[in-house]
């Protein structure tokens, strides 16, 4: 009998011990270099000691390499569809050209590789990677399909940031999910009831004590999370989605949407030997958020975690470091973000809605839901666009935009805080009339073909086609924007040419720019032309281009022609 006992009280000491035992944080290994190769394979995960989860992951079994790019390189990735299922991969936040972007129609079989290859054009920050295949997003990046990549640049590199990677610089992939009575994960996101950070859940981590970068992602589906540490100290944000701040801001707590990344700096200087959480206040969420309190209506979501204040990561302060340098204070201005002009600027209104009214799972944008094979609107490249988003539904809405950055002008009428004015991909739209406004450019890439994406980063969302897409055109066909498109004004010879084209025409100005565009919408040659006595002339070498059709740029201050040229 008292064996008994003590076999029970043994059993229960160790269940307990199971459930509560805290593993050390999973960091992610880097990958980096101009050639990169990811290996998307089904997979098995040990989240529950003695259960077998069936997950998916880049290089390994769940999420994926945390991928290191540096502005102005040039990188070519090879994305190896390992699955028994078709994927693509999509590059979140980066400024790449349509055909490169791994949206739904950068479609990657079973058993073969898609392969873009692009420069790095972006800012420093954190941006992230995962499947974007129309109706299987949420289950593929449920499953586990999703990895951060930091781009570098020489900018941030003269900063005294936290910098070394895993030391005193480390990602958190934070993400609710569901777990079955099997431990499998559910294919659904209405009930989450686990957090789990790198896929860690209960973790822990330890950090030197000094300043201490985190790059924080919301890569849920659905839940929003409200970051706060146990001690309700401030720290500092210092970037967003897609760059610096211009200065750090200080706070307590901070809101990240499905899809959104924020970059903070927390001191642990002088605090070695004790023990902090960082927390999610799902009770300071707004009302109606997914995670936070139902609205005035009772709507909301009310899951097990909803509405709670709990813990999801442990901080155990060591001693700190001496390779790299403590940093023990961070620069008062970080970058310079320069808001793009709204001269001349088109406004495109897109008005989200509950379908019914009272849905919560069923949206459209503008009264329509995606359909592949619609093109919801053109636009023209270089053009500054303004738009203004309004949420008539119930809920909010990550509005989330592909290949470019965004600066959010005003939310609800009024301008945003100091973090969300640095660039952005993605903007939270509020329930019950919230409303966002954003203004973007879209330059260097135009594809008459393959369209840029934009759609609510909640995936449940998206996959049941609260997304669209549009067409970037060049601006130089159309014949719009006072361009001028006189095919006399510029001799070309020969035209179809096999070896060389030479170039002649006028212009009253003394420098032209020549770009020629391949039908993927990508620069492949450009050079300057001097205008001599009103006139110039130059040979481009055909010679080094495949045989096709492309377009040819003369541009100056005032005009821009432009001719499309054969081989
Ligand atoms: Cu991160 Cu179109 O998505
Ligand atoms: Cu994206
Ligand atoms: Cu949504």
């Known amino acids: 009998m008292r064996n008994k006992i003590l076999l029970f009280l043994l059993m229960v000491f160790s269940l307990t011990?199971?459930?509560?035992?805290?593993?050390?944080?999973?960091?992610?290994?880097?990958?980096?270099?101009?050639?990169?190769?990811?290996?998307?394979?089904?997979?098995?995960?040990?989240?529950?000691?003695?259960?077998?989860?069936?997950?998916?992951?880049?290089?390994?079994?769940?999420?994926?390499?945390?991928?290191?790019?540096?502005?102005?390189?040039?990188?070519?990735?090879?994305?190896?569809?390992?699955?028994?299922?078709?994927?693509?991969?999509?590059?979140?936040?980066l400024h790449v050209a349509p055909v490169n972007d791994g949206s739904p129609h950068n479609v990657i079989l079973h058993g073969t590789t898609w392969s873009p290859s692009f420069t790095v054009l972006d800012k420093a920050a954190t941006y992230w990677y995962h499947p974007h295949l129309h109706m299987k997003t949420?289950?593929?990046?449920l499953k586990g399909a999703a990895g951060l990549i930091i781009v570098r640049d020489s900018e941030e590199a003269t900063l005294n940031l936290p910098r070394t990677y895993g030391v005193d610089d480390f990602p958190l992939v934070c993400q609710w999910k569901t777990f079955d009575a099997n431990k499998q994960i559910v294919l659904s996101d209405d009930t989450d009831n686990v957090v789990m950070i790198n896929g860690t859940i209960n973790g822990f981590l330890n950090v030197p004590a000094q300043m201490v970068r985190f790059r924080i992602l919301n890569g849920s589906s659905h839940r929003f999370f409200e970051f706060a540490m146990n001690d309700n100290r401030s720290f500092k944000q210092i970037g967003g989605d897609e760059s610096l701040l211009n200065s750090p801001v200080s706070m307590?707590?901070?809101?990240?949407?499905?899809?959104?990344?924020?970059?903070?700096?927390v001191d642990f200087s002088g605090q070695s030997g004790n023990t902090?959480?960082?927390?999610?206040?799902?009770?300071?969420?707004?009302?109606?958020?997914?995670?936070?309190?139902?609205?005035?209506?009772?709507?909301?979501?009310?899951?097990?975690?909803?509405?709670?204040?709990?813990n999801i990561l442990q901080f155990n302060v060591t001693a700190s470091t001496t390779i790299p340098n403590p940093v023990t204070s961070i620069p008062t201005?970080?970058?310079?973000?320069?808001?793009?002009?709204?001269?001349?600027?088109?406004?495109?209104?897109?008005?989200?809605?509950?379908?019914?009214?009272?849905?919560?799972t069923n949206f459209t944008i503008n009264g329509v839901q995606y359909q592949p094979n619609v093109i919801n609107f053109y636009t023209l490249q270089d053009s500054v666009m303004i738009w203004n988003i309004t949420n008539?539904?119930?809920?909010?809405?990550?509005?989330?935009?592909?290949?470019?950055?965004?600066?959010?002008?005003?939310?609800?009428?009024?301008?945003?805080?100091?973090?969300l004015q640095g660039r952005k991909d993605v903007v939270v739209v509020a329930p019950n009339g919230g409303t966002a406004s954003i203004i973007m450019k879209y330059a260097d890439f135009f594809d008459?073909?393959?369209?840029?994406?934009?759609?609510?980063?909640?995936?449940?969302?998206?996959?049941?086609?609260?997304?669209?897409?549009?067409?970037?055109?060049?601006?130089?066909?159309?014949?719009?924007?006072?361009?001028?498109?006189?095919?006399?004004?510029?001799?070309?010879?020969?035209?179809?040419?096999?070896?060389?084209?030479?170039?002649?025409?006028?212009?009253?100005?003394?420098?032209l720019e020549c770009k020629l565009w391949n039908d993927a919408g990508q620069i492949i040659y450009q050079k300057k032309l001097e205008v001599t006595a009103g006139s110039y002339e130059t040979i481009i070498p055909a010679k080094h281009f495949s045989s096709g059709v492309y377009l040819l740029q003369i541009i100056g201050n005032t005009s821009i022609q432009t001719i499309k040229i054969c081989k």
């Open 252 to 265: 307590n707590k901070f809101m990240l949407g499905p899809g959104e990344r924020a970059e903070i700096v």
């Open 138 to 141: 949420m289950q593929q990046v």
């Open 448 to 511: 008459p073909i393959y369209p840029y994406m934009y759609h609510c980063h909640i995936n449940s969302h998206e996959d049941n086609g609260m997304m669209g897409q549009f067409i970037v055109s060049s601006r130089l066909s159309s014949g719009i924007n006072s361009l001028v498109n006189d095919e006399d004004a510029i001799k070309i010879f020969p035209n179809p040419a096999i070896a060389d084209w030479t170039i002649k025409g006028t212009s009253t100005e003394t420098l």
């Open 392 to 419: 008539q539904s119930m809920m909010p809405h990550p509005w989330h935009i592909h290949g470019n950055h965004f600066f959010v002008k005003s939310i609800n009428g009024t301008t945003p805080p100091a973090n």
């Open 17 to 93: 011990k199971t459930i509560k035992a805290q593993s050390p944080l999973f960091i992610p290994d880097t990958l980096s270099g101009s050639n990169i190769s990811l290996y998307l394979a089904d997979s098995v995960t040990h989240f529950y000691s003695g259960f077998n989860t069936h997950t998916i992951g880049y290089n390994g079994n769940y999420l994926g390499p945390t991928i290191v790019l540096h502005h102005g390189h040039h990188v070519t990735l090879q994305v190896h569809n390992q699955l028994t299922d078709t994927t693509t991969t999509h590059w979140h936040g």
């Open 333 to 360: 201005k970080l970058t310079n973000n320069i808001i793009t002009s709204s001269i001349n600027a088109g406004t495109i209104n897109f008005l989200l809605q509950g379908s019914p009214q009272m849905s919560m």
């Open 276 to 310: 902090y959480y960082l927390k999610q206040l799902g009770t300071q969420l707004p009302a109606g958020y997914p995670g936070g309190p139902p609205d005035a209506m009772g709507m909301g979501t009310l899951a097990v975690l909803d509405n709670k204040d709990f």
